[in-house]
């Protein structure tokens, strides 16, 4: 199984990015997909999650409004849509699938090598 991450890079604060993430060696119509972010020296944490057939997503609070989690089950790909974007943003951006539903990194089988996400002041 690969997840490959892209689309990240420097913004400037109120800019907007969109992350993609290809997987491959996976169904991917299968699998909840997620985004999770690690900034230096903090944990992993969850960002956002789509079911297999798009009807549930949920997003951590801190980017509700601001970020669109979306798939595309015939390219195999999960997209984060992000708007509005803070300099408390910057991280390494990191998808990730599970056969289960869940918001905390334990709940994931597999994971990417991460996009970094920088936003400057």
């Known amino acids: 199984v690969q997840l490959q991450e892209s689309g990240g890079g420097l913004v400037q604060a109120g800019g907007s990015l969109r992350l993609s993430c290809a997987a491959s060696?996976?169904?991917?119509?299968?699998?909840?997909m997620g985004w999770f972010r690690q900034a230096p020296g903090k944990e992993r944490e969850f960002v956002a999650t789509?079911?297999?057939?798009?009807?549930?997503?949920y997003y951590e609070d801190s980017v509700k409004g601001r970020f669109t989690i979306s798939r595309d089950n015939a390219k195999n790909t999960v997209y984060l849509q992000m708007y509005n974007l803070k300099p408390d943003d910057t991280a390494v951006y990191f998808c990730?699938?599970?056969?289960?539903?869940?918001?905390?990194?334990?709940?994931?089988?597999?994971w990417g090598q991460g996009t970094l996400v920088t936003v400057s002041s």
């Open positions: 990730a699938a599970t056969t289960r539903w869940g918001t905390v990194v334990t709940a994931y089988d597999y």
């Open positions: 060696g996976l169904t991917f119509s299968m699998y909840v």
């Open positions: 789509i079911s297999q057939t798009f009807t549930t997503r």
